[in-house]
């Protein structure tokens, strides 16, 4: 498949320079951080949440899980996990479970681990099962823009 069209269509609009990295397909992101050599805290592993607000994504690093309390109070509305099929609505050009942390492609709001703002290139899914997309950290935090950010992940 390939990086989601919506993705490719928003880095090109705000002049992202950006790798495609392609790898094989893993059970999860820890595992493709392990086989590229990646230290996981650089890959940014994106989860749907639907709260009182709507649907949102959350980005965390790939060694982590989130913390759906600690979230829940910094956004203060509650909050789960969206369920599949939600996930498949959402997200039409994305392989399930391959989400990018981009909300604006997809007119989500975002929030983010603080963690992973502090990394100096991020890596992430581009859509599907077998590219990453990898960019500067820089770059991240300028997309990541106004987003909520905090900590709202532990490490597994």
Do not use: W
């Not at 989601?4 to 094989?24: A, C, G, I, Q």
């Not at 989130?66 to 109070?73: M, P, V």
């Not at 399930?96 to 989500?108: I, K």
């Not at 077998?130 to 950010?149: C, N, P, Q, W």
């Amino acid at each position: 498949m390939g990086m989601s069209v919506k993705l490719f269509t928003y880095l090109r609009e705000n002049n992202v320079d950006y790798e495609e990295v392609r790898h094989p397909r893993e059970v999860s992101t820890s595992r493709i951080a392990e086989r590229l050599h990646v230290p996981g805290d650089r890959l940014a592993k994106a989860v749907l949440i639907k709260g009182d607000s709507g649907y949102r994504i959350a980005v965390i690093p790939s060694t982590c899980k989130l913390d759906l309390a600690s979230l829940s109070h910094m956004l203060d509305e509650r909050i789960g996990l969206a369920t599949e099929a939600e996930i498949e609505s959402c997200f039409r050009d994305c392989d399930a479970g391959a989400l990018p942390p981009l909300g604006e492609p997809y007119g989500m709001k975002v929030c983010y681990d603080d963690a992973v703002a502090m990394q100096p290139e991020i890596y992430f899914e581009a859509g599907d099962h077998k590219t990453l997309v990898h960019m500067s950290g820089a770059d991240f935090a300028r997309l990541m823009g106004d987003a909520s950010h905090g900590t709202i992940a532990r490490h597994m």
